[in-house]
Protein backbone atom coordinates (compact mmCIF):
# COMPACT_ATOMS: atom_id res chain seq x y z
CA UNK A 1 0.00 0.00 0.00
CA UNK A 2 1.44 3.56 -0.79
CA UNK A 3 2.67 5.83 2.12
CA UNK A 4 0.79 9.27 1.54
CA UNK A 5 3.56 12.21 2.39
CA UNK A 6 4.46 14.14 4.04
CA UNK A 7 6.40 11.03 6.23
CA UNK A 8 8.43 13.63 8.38
CA UNK A 9 8.18 13.03 12.00
CA UNK A 10 9.80 14.63 15.16
CA UNK A 11 13.02 12.41 15.41
CA UNK A 12 13.81 9.85 18.17
CA UNK A 13 10.93 8.23 20.14
CA UNK A 14 7.67 9.45 17.80
CA UNK A 15 9.66 7.60 14.34
CA UNK A 16 9.03 4.32 16.63
CA UNK A 17 6.22 5.02 17.48
CA UNK A 18 5.01 5.82 13.82
CA UNK A 19 6.81 2.40 12.43
CA UNK A 20 4.29 0.69 15.53
CA UNK A 21 1.14 2.30 14.14
CA UNK A 22 1.92 1.32 10.50
CA UNK A 23 3.39 -2.50 11.93
CA UNK A 24 -0.19 -3.19 14.02
CA UNK A 25 -2.37 -1.22 11.67
CA UNK A 26 -0.46 -0.40 7.90
CA UNK A 27 -2.18 -3.00 6.03
CA UNK A 28 -5.73 -1.29 6.57
CA UNK A 29 -4.72 2.74 7.15
CA UNK A 30 -2.33 5.07 6.13
CA UNK A 31 -0.66 6.37 8.66
CA UNK A 32 1.54 10.08 9.42
CA UNK A 33 2.16 12.65 11.08
CA UNK A 34 2.91 16.06 9.90
CA UNK A 35 2.51 19.76 11.27
CA UNK A 36 -1.02 20.42 9.33
CA UNK A 37 -2.72 17.64 11.26
CA UNK A 38 -0.78 15.81 13.46
CA UNK A 39 -1.23 12.17 14.04
CA UNK A 40 -3.18 10.91 10.99
CA UNK A 41 -4.63 7.79 9.74
CA UNK A 42 -6.49 7.31 6.19
CA UNK A 43 -8.76 4.06 5.94
CA UNK A 44 -7.35 1.91 2.94
CA UNK A 45 -11.28 1.71 1.25
CA UNK A 46 -11.37 5.33 1.50
CA UNK A 47 -14.72 5.63 3.49
CA UNK A 48 -14.69 8.56 6.00
CA UNK A 49 -12.39 11.64 6.69
CA UNK A 50 -8.77 11.75 8.15
CA UNK A 51 -8.61 10.10 11.55
CA UNK A 52 -6.68 12.63 13.46
CA UNK A 53 -5.21 12.86 17.16
CA UNK A 54 -2.55 14.60 19.12
CA UNK A 55 -0.14 11.88 20.24
CA UNK A 56 -0.03 8.18 18.81
CA UNK A 57 -1.42 6.52 21.88
CA UNK A 58 -5.01 8.92 20.52
CA UNK A 59 -4.22 7.60 17.26
CA UNK A 60 -4.17 4.00 18.23
CA UNK A 61 -7.43 4.38 19.99
CA UNK A 62 -9.48 6.36 17.54
CA UNK A 63 -8.50 3.95 14.88
CA UNK A 64 -9.50 1.00 17.03
CA UNK A 65 -12.70 2.65 17.30
CA UNK A 66 -12.70 3.21 13.83
CA UNK A 67 -11.72 -0.48 12.97
CA UNK A 68 -14.69 -1.72 15.41
CA UNK A 69 -17.68 0.31 13.82
CA UNK A 70 -16.26 -0.63 10.02
CA UNK A 71 -13.35 -3.51 9.30
CA UNK A 72 -11.64 -1.92 6.61
CA UNK A 73 -10.96 -4.84 4.17
CA UNK A 74 -7.76 -6.16 3.78
CA UNK A 75 -6.25 -8.06 0.36
CA UNK A 76 -7.01 -11.38 0.41
CA UNK A 77 -8.79 -11.31 3.94
CA UNK A 78 -12.51 -11.20 2.37
CA UNK A 79 -13.47 -8.50 4.71
CA UNK A 80 -15.13 -11.35 6.89
CA UNK A 81 -17.21 -9.06 9.56
CA UNK A 82 -15.75 -10.93 12.80
CA UNK A 83 -12.31 -10.12 11.17
CA UNK A 84 -9.72 -9.80 14.65
CA UNK A 85 -8.37 -5.76 14.86
CA UNK A 86 -4.48 -6.16 14.86
CA UNK A 87 -3.07 -6.56 18.49
Known amino acids: MDE ?4 AVRPGADEARLAALRHGWGEAYRI ?3 PV ?4 AQRGDNIGGDITADDPDGLWKAIVD ?9 EGDGAEAG ?5
Open 37 to 40: RGWW
Open 4 to 7: AAPQ
Open 66 to 74: DYTLKPVPR
Open 83 to 87: HEAPS
Open 32 to 34: GWD
